[in-house]
């Protein structure tokens, strides 16, 4: 499966809609493993742009500290999970826990 993450300086950026870059790490669900990371530049902010973008990459999942209602909503259309209230931590430390199944998610930090 295909987890993306956004990051800035490595960790988590706890804005998804603000980030500059997405880790897209694809894992082994089955084995709990970690296969690849790719980082990717996130495309210029445009409204409903991204759902679009990371459906077209073939992202399943995303790890984020905070996203708007109306975001979750676009994604979920799209056949994409969304965990909101992730800590700030490397995009490897929260997909082997949630690969763990203990990924500790929080209040999400986005209100719009």
Not at 29 to 39: L, N
Not at 42 to 53: I, N, R
Not at 80 to 85: D, R
Request: proline residues 6%; glycine residues 8%.
């Amino acid at each position: 499966m295909k987890i993306a993450v956004p990051v800035a300086n490595g960790l988590l950026n706890a804005h998804f809609g603000h980030c500059d870059t997405f880790a897209i790490i694809t894992a082994n669900k089955a084995e709990k493993k970690i296969m690849s990371r790719e980082d990717i530049a996130a495309p210029p902010h445009e409204p409903g742009l991204l759902p679009k973008w990371l459906a077209e990459k073939k992202v399943e999942l995303i790890i984020t500290g905070g996203m708007g209602n109306r975001a979750k909503t676009l994604f979920n259309q799209m056949g994409i999970e969304v965990i909101v209230g992730a800590p700030v931590e490397t995009p490897e430390i929260l997909v082997e826990s949630y690969l763990d199944q203990n990924l500790k998610s929080g209040e999400n930090i986005c209100d719009h």
